[in-house]
């Protein structure tokens, strides 16, 4: 994998990680375009950095939240921080037990799978278009909720939904704030990624010698600058009911994808 693949790959990386279109979907769709030749190892190596990039972006944009939840859940008293952390664990469970099972199941889908990427990317324009609609409130996410949402990013593990889109779609739909959606579908999401890495790194698939150093570097540099620019502007985005346009988007990208792997 050259340079350029590297800087392109990690900013769509770091961009579509919290913008609601699909990172997954994008880089099956950037392989495809770019023609993605490594090897399987050098791939799931490269694929891992970005999520770390995308993952340590957050943690940077969140960092007063998340010293804060720390903080609190250290006192070990059952607290608002403890709640919230508690939340965050029943969110983890859906997607916790499909990787854990359904691992073969979901690395098929993947390479290079266009027609399901299209498909997939329609119905997160839909959910998008659903959440733009709904009605702002100041309601905090429940227990129950964040198990739903928790679903809704197990779901999410297919190329082409959106996490982000799916997680703060259905948050809003059931009726949360959309800040506190949009802050609650960030954090969730962090120890899964690193749990993800420490899987992948433990069980011997991935090593370092599988990598260009250089390639990688610049990939997770490009990942982490999108991702602090993504992340920071989704807020904003969710807090203003933009999420429409990024629906139209997905329609649109979709629609090529499904054209693409009719005709070619």
């Known amino acids: 994998m050259n340079i350029i693949d590297s800087i392109i790959l990690g900013i769509i990386q770091g961009l579509t990680e919290f ?19 490594s090897v399987p190892e050098e791939s799931l190596l490269f694929t891992v950095v970005l999520h770390f990039a995308t993952a340590l972006s957050t ?32 969110s983890m469970i859906p997607a916790v037990v499909v990787g854990l099972f359904f691992e073969k199941q979901l690395e098929s889908l993947f390479g290079s799978n266009i027609l399901l990427v299209g498909s997939m990317l329609i119905i997160t324009a839909i959910l998008l278009y659903l959440a733009d609609k709904a009605k702002d409130t100041n309601k905090k996410v ?14 999410a593990m297919l190329p082409g939904i959106s996490r982000s889109g799916a997680t703060i779609s259905t948050s809003v739909l059931l009726g949360n704030d959309k800040t506190k959606a949009a802050r609650f579908s960030f954090l969730m999401v962090v120890p899964l990624i690193f749990g993800k890495i420490a899987k992948d790194v433990l069980s ?45 988007y997905c329609v649109a990208v979709g629609l090529i994808a499904i054209g693409f792997s009719l005709f070619y």
């Open 19 to 37: 913008l609601p279109v699909s990172s997954s979907g994008h880089l099956e769709l950037a392989k495809a375009i770019l023609g993605d030749n």
């Open 59 to 90: 943690i940077v944009v969140f960092r007063k939240d998340i010293l804060s939840l720390i903080k609190g859940a250290l006192k070990f008293k059952w607290n608002e921080d403890l709640r919230f952390v508690a939340k965050i664990a029943v």
């Open 142 to 155: 429940s227990f129950s909720n964040a198990f739903v949402i928790g679903i809704s990013q197990a779901i």
């Open 204 to 248: 011997g698939e991935i090593t370092y010698e599988s990598g260009n150093f250089t390639s990688l570097s610049i990939g997770f540099i490009a990942a982490f600058i999108a991702g602090l620019f993504a992340c920071t502007w989704m807020i904003a985005l969710v807090k203003k009911s933009k999420l429409t346009y990024f629906a139209i």
